[in-house]
């Protein structure tokens, strides 16, 4: 009898011994394995938030005598009897609650249909970031890197920045004016519905903070499942709703996860969302061309590619210490940081770079591939190491904070974007945030061809481009860059060059503003942007 650790979710970190909740069942389950701990310990980032208590009970009490929850704070017993009891109520309790939400989203669109006039705005120097995504404790990725980036860029533009979130955001600035609104998380052992639930709570939370400190000019939205707070809002205080809008949850769920059950609900709310929002930022001509496919008016969508912050990510910036923990001191580095999603192409850089090794075994002693970040795809990321036997050439860092990516960026000579083309064969709708952070590096840049990307990039002026999902072509991208050191310092330098005139948080957040002072009517008359 012994004890086992495992982590909730990927993006926490523990110790050596502890691994994932999934990884741990599918290699366990067999029935030789009844009853083979003392103890299960689940650690996750917060007991109060953790997702489908009991569905992990039940599955773990079939290794373990006993299975407990644990955070950095506290730590308790999961008792199937009582989780059981709340599930069933839960469960109960579902209809009801979908169908008074239904019918309640069914007289807020009637409200909506009803209103003729515009929303005022009269100055931009108060606005409401809403966070609201139910991700917690994540440090690092895109998401982090855009709204670290967006909110920095109001503030820095004189715009007093007030966030209500689902998490507590400590990568942001200690001077960043944020409330932590944590979801009550009463439909806990359900999908979806916690988000929907949290619509109710944040928005009696925030119309409180109204009452007692006044309204802003605007309202900063990143649109996430289920929500609708920012249009609520916008709808009660007469105020424009900016909805920062990232994809289809629709469409991700279904070709990048498992699809919604609450189908209908999820298409009324993204539906009104898009239809009643007075300005939607995109963030390539691919998402705009999908809104206006789906009768969204066109002028009201403003295409606003990702940003980064150029004095942060920087071509100056040194890390000898990072060269010496990994052993990388004269070695010629290729790397690739991320979340390692669905749609990052992480396990395609491996298999490329092994067989380059394959076909180049002289570039085993001369070059490393720095693989920094974790996620889904970190198992097949894994089985590519050790199908092509490059253990000693792949350096896997994990999950670093966010500030630390210029560092960890800055020990690399070859930085490699290889996203992969969408599973149903539309045209790629994203823009990776990595993109301008290696652009701001100085560094050579492998990228896909696909959608933004593309635009944003020149192929032999800015970076290499390649074929989305094509192996051989990454690979030989990869031997001209390792072999040119000249073209490496061209590419570098131009793609620098390009963000510093283009890409910058601060151009972005501009662009938003001027695009909302022309979309709005400023004062009682129509108007440019003026702060």
């Not at 469960?91 to 309640?104: A, D, G, R």
């Not at 007075?278 to 809104?291: G, P, R, T, Y």
């Not at 001191?329 to 979340?339: D, M, S």
């Amino acid at each position: 009898m012994k004890k086992q650790e495992l982590l909730d979710y990927m993006y926490l970190k523990k110790d050596s011994n502890s691994i994932r909740l999934g990884e741990f069942v599918e290699q366990n389950l067999k029935f030789k394995n009844l009853k083979k701990y003392e103890t299960i310990e689940i650690f996750t980032y917060d007991i109060e938030l953790v997702r489908k208590p009991f569905i992990k009970a039940l599955l773990l009490k079939f290794f373990a005598h006993k299975v407990i929850l644990a955070d950095n704070n506290e730590k308790k017993e999961l008792k199937l009897r009582n989780l059981a009891r709340v599930f069933f109520k839960q469960l109960l309790n579902i209809p009801y609650f979908v169908l008074k939400e239904f019918f309640y989203l069914l007289q807020f669109e009637s409200k909506l249909k009803q209103k003729r006039r515009k929303n005022i705005i009269n100055e931009l120097k108060k606005v409401f970031y809403l966070r609201t995504d139910f991700w917690f404790g994540l440090k690092s990725g895109g998401s982090v890197a855009h709204t670290k980036g967006v909110i920095e860029a109001f503030h820095k533009l004189g715009i007093d920045v007030k966030v209500f979130s689902t998490d507590r955001l400590e990568y942001l600035d200690p001077s960043a004016k944020v409330d932590f609104v944590k979801p009550k998380m009463l439909f806990r052992d359900f999908p979806e519905l916690p988000e929907l639930e949290y619509n109710h709570q944040l928005l009696k939370y925030i119309l409180d903070y109204v009452q007692k400190n006044g309204k802003p000019d605007f309202i900063y939205q990143r649109y996430s499942l289920n929500n609708y707070v920012g249009l609520k809002l916008s709808y009660i205080l007469g105020i424009p709703l900016i909805l920062e809008y990232n994809g289809s949850f629709l469409w991700m769920s279904r070709n990048w996860g498992r699809g919604v059950i609450f189908k209908k609900l999820t298409e009324k709310i993204e539906y009104l969302n898009l239809k009643y929002a007075d300005l939607i930022v995109v963030v390539s001509k691919a998402m705009l061309n999908e809104l206006v496919d789906r009768g969204i008016d066109p002028d009201k969508i403003l295409i606003n590619p990702n940003g980064v912050n150029a004095e942060k990510f920087n071509p100056s910036i040194k890390a000898e210490d990072l060269k010496q923990k990994y052993r990388l001191k004269n070695k010629l580095i290729l790397g690739f940081i991320g979340t390692f999603g669905q749609w990052h192409g992480a396990e395609n850089i491996v298999k490329s770079y092994g067989k380059l090794l394959q076909e180049h075994p002289e570039y085993k002693e001369k070059t490393r591939l720095f693989m920094i970040g974790d996620g889904v795809k970190m198992p097949e990321v894994k089985e590519n190491i050790e199908k092509y036997n490059i253990t000693d050439n792949v350096i896997l860092t994990g999950l670093i904070p966010q500030e630390e990516a210029p560092k960890y960026l800055s020990v690399c000579d070859i930085l490699i974007n290889a996203t992969d083309p969408n599973p149903d064969g539309s045209e790629f709708f994203g823009s990776p945030t990595k993109l301008f952070e290696y652009m701001a590096m100085g560094k050579a840049i492998i990228s896909s061809d696909l959608g933004q990307m593309k635009e944003i990039l020149e192929n032999e002026k800015t970076a290499l481009l390649v074929k989305g999902g094509d192996i051989d072509e990454l690979k030989n991208a990869m031997k001209r860059l390792i072999d040119d050191k000249e073209l490496r310092k061209t590419l570098g330098k131009n793609a620098r060059k390009e963000v510093e005139e283009k890409y910058t948080w601060d151009k972005h957040v501009e662009r938003i503003l001027e695009k909302l002072g022309k979309l709005t009517v400023i004062g009682g008359v129509h108007n440019g942007y003026r702060r």
